[in-house]
């Protein structure tokens, strides 16, 4: 049968598309100056400041992706031991909780437990030993605040400022009554001892001064004793050591300190005296009197005046009290 007259026969000018490959594209390689363009651009972007906006845009990407991204979704968790035993006690995914009939959980943490950092030094339970000594010391205050009556309290200051006001007029009394009796004492004879002469140390016994001001000599003979004693100790350690000459005389070993002064206190200044520990138990207001009662029976001297009187009955003075003076 002959060919038809309709049917072209192809030609080799004409492409086979259907048959067409196509080869891969040689690269082009990169010459030296623009190596050089593209180093400078990747420099030029990493060196760039991100303002604080970028920089805050980024951090909340990150984050928004790091936590919608799940750990557990990663195929070695679900084969591993600990999640296993995890999903046993309920742990789901999403919080932490005892299963119950249905299958839920009763309760959820969806918060991780806060990190809290010790800086001290002391054991575990030392600080709530602390707070617990603390509250009780805090409950036994407010107890005790809540027992005082405001009244009491009042009434408990003003006697404290009263009688602190009434020892300083009783100390005061002590050395007006020290001085006038010893201004009506007669002079010593000039043939007396030499321990008793003026600027020798005294050797009367504290208890035969009257036991109305004999607290402030007491007081002042320790005190000039405790004042010595310092000195001497001293002298004793600051001082050279010396040697004797037999032709020096008492002027000169006291010129080069080899004559040390010893302070002889009272005889009975240490021993126990129960009656001046007696007057002291009184109160300041009971000292007081007897002390303005000595010096107006005595000196005819009104503390209370300032003022000595020349009779006996203290003609002139309003009275024997304070209040009598207002």
């Avoid at 906006?53 to 990663?74: G, I, N, V, W, Y």
């Avoid at 296993?84 to 959820?108: E, R």
């Avoid at 600051?238 to 032709?247: G, K, W």
Wanted: proline share 5%; net charge negative.
């Amino acid at each position: 049968m002959a060919p038809s007259q309709n049917t072209v026969a192809p030609s080799d000018d004409e492409d086979d598309y259907m048959n067409m490959t196509f080869e891969e594209p040689i690269p082009v390689k990169e010459t030296s100056l623009q190596r050089t363009q593209r180093l400078k651009k990747e420099a030029l972007a990493r060196g760039a400041v991100k303002s604080k906006a970028q920089l805050a845009e980024e951090e909340a990407a990150a984050r928004e992706k790091a936590l919608s991204t799940s750990m557990l979704d990663a195929p070695t968790v679900r084969k591993s031991k600990g999640f296993a035993m995890m999903a046993k006690m309920g742990f789901t995914g999403g919080g932490l909780g005892k299963p119950t009939d249905d299958g839920d959980t009763t309760t959820q943490m969806t918060e991780p437990i806060k990190v809290s950092l010790k800086e001290d030094r002391g054991g575990i339970g030392m600080e709530s030993e602390k707070k617990r000594k603390l509250q009780e010391a805090m409950e036994e205050r407010e107890i005790k605040t809540v027992k005082v009556d405001p009244d009491e309290y009042r009434d408990r200051v003003r006697k404290e400022r009263e009688d602190e006001r009434l020892e300083k007029q009783f100390q005061a009394a002590q050395r007006v009554a020290e001085r006038m009796d010893e201004e009506s004492e007669p002079q010593k004879d000039a043939e007396a001892p030499a321990k008793q002469q003026p600027g020798n140390p005294s050797s009367r016994l504290l208890k035969s001064i009257p036991v109305l001001y004999r607290g402030l000599i007491r007081y002042r003979e320790e005190k000039e004793r405790d004042r010595r004693m310092r000195y001497d100790l001293e002298q004793s350690l600051s001082r050279l050591p010396t040697y004797e000459d037999e032709d020096e005389d008492e002027d000169d070993k006291r010129a080069l300190g080899k004559k040390k002064t010893t302070y002889v206190t009272a005889q009975d200044l240490d021993e126990e005296d129960e009656e001046l520990n007696a007057f002291n138990a009184l109160q300041p207001a009971e000292r007081l009197e007897k002390l303005v009662g000595y010096l107006r029976e005595r000196h005819w001297y009104c503390f209370w005046c300032k003022m000595q009187y020349e009779s006996e009955g203290l003609e002139g003075c309003p009275g024997a009290t304070e209040e009598d003076h207002d």
